[in-house]
């Protein structure tokens, strides 16, 4: 938080000057006018921020997936398509991510920010899926008779456990 906005009532008041051109900035010294800035931390907008971003990300993902079908099937045309409409829902998962920096990284909750912050919240990230998310699909994938998919899970969480050691190994070597 700005030392210049003090906290109140779930919203922050700050004071703001407002330039010849309309847009607004911080300010210390008079003339000019308090404001409130609600906290994003909590409310329905950060969920609706959190349930975009999963979208976009997923969509992402899925559009990739699709160019390479496209590509075995010659279409090359349909490839470049879902690659280019990949990239811009990249584009709006990143503007997401951006309004959540006040919220906390949406996967773990953790503050984004900083590299060590941002290690930091990966390394929790995947510790959540080497430890409870994978094994525990497993176990249900195992129950239900999907032998298969249980053994992809178990794959996957000896993958995320690789990423969260890579990612404390740069943690502890990182040079602020």
């Not at 990239?87 to 590299?115: C, N, R, S, W, Y």
């Not at 998919?149 to 070597?173: G, M, Q, V």
Request: charged letters at 25%; proline letters at 3%; one cysteine or more.
């Amino acid at each position: 938080m700005d030392d210049r906005c003090k906290a109140g009532y779930g919203v922050f008041v700050c004071r703001v000057a407002v330039t010849n051109s309309g847009a607004r900035r911080r300010f210390t010294e008079p003339p000019y006018q308090e404001i409130s800035v609600p906290q994003l931390k909590g409310s329905k907008t950060e969920q609706c921020l959190k349930d975009a971003f999963a979208g976009e990300s997923m969509a992402n993902r899925r559009y990739l997936y699709f160019a390479n079908k496209a590509d075995v099937e010659g279409q090359n045309d349909v490839a470049a398509l879902f690659r280019s409409t990949a990239e811009g829902e990249t584009g709006h998962a990143h503007g997401h991510l951006e309004f959540l920096e006040q919220a906390g990284d949406p996967a773990t909750g953790m503050p984004i920010g900083t590299t060590r912050q941002n290690l930091e919240s990966a390394i929790a990230g995947e510790t959540h899926e080497y430890t409870d998310m994978y094994p525990g699909m497993a176990k249900t994938a195992r129950e239900e008779g999907f032998d298969e998919i249980a053994d992809w899970f178990e794959t996957l969480a000896k993958a995320e456990r690789s990423h969260a050691n890579r990612y404390a190994k740069a943690l502890a070597e990182l040079v602020d």
